[in-house]
């Protein structure tokens, strides 16, 4: 399993960025992937997961009604789209995913994640 992130960097408040991950090695369209992220001295939280297969989706409370998180299957690749950044988003997000159950299980402890992207958003 191979995930591949990118996207991340420095943002004003109230700014948008969009982060991508491309998926490898294994069977995306039974996979749910998505985001979490953790910032120093914090635990991991997730931020949103959507299912290849159905389309479901989970978001963090954090986030919900400013990040949309989508996915190409052709492409297995996965969107996060953030807008409305706030100083608090700024963290290290991660790619996840996972076969086990759904997105909102695979957000918190999917098995399979790639290497982390900063974003910072500046106030």
């Known amino acids: 399993v191979q995930l591949q992130a990118s996207g991340g960097g420095l943002v004003q408040a109230g700014g948008s960025l969009r982060l991508s991950c491309a998926a490898s090695g294994f069977s995306y369209a039974y996979y749910s992937m998505g985001w979490f992220r953790q910032a120093p001295g914090k635990e991991r939280e997730g931020v949103a997961c959507?299912?290849?297969?159905?389309?479901?989706?989970y978001y963090g409370d954090s986030v919900w009604g400013r990040f949309t998180i989508s996915s190409d299957n052709a492409k297995n690749t996965v969107y996060l789209q953030m807008n409305s950044l706030k100083p608090e988003d700024t963290a290290v997000y991660y790619c996840v995913g996972d076969s086990q159950l759904g997105p909102n299980w695979v957000c918190h402890h999917g098995r399979f994640r790639g290497q982390g992207t900063q974003v910072t958003v500046s106030s």
């Open positions: 959507i299912s290849a297969r159905d389309g479901s989706t």
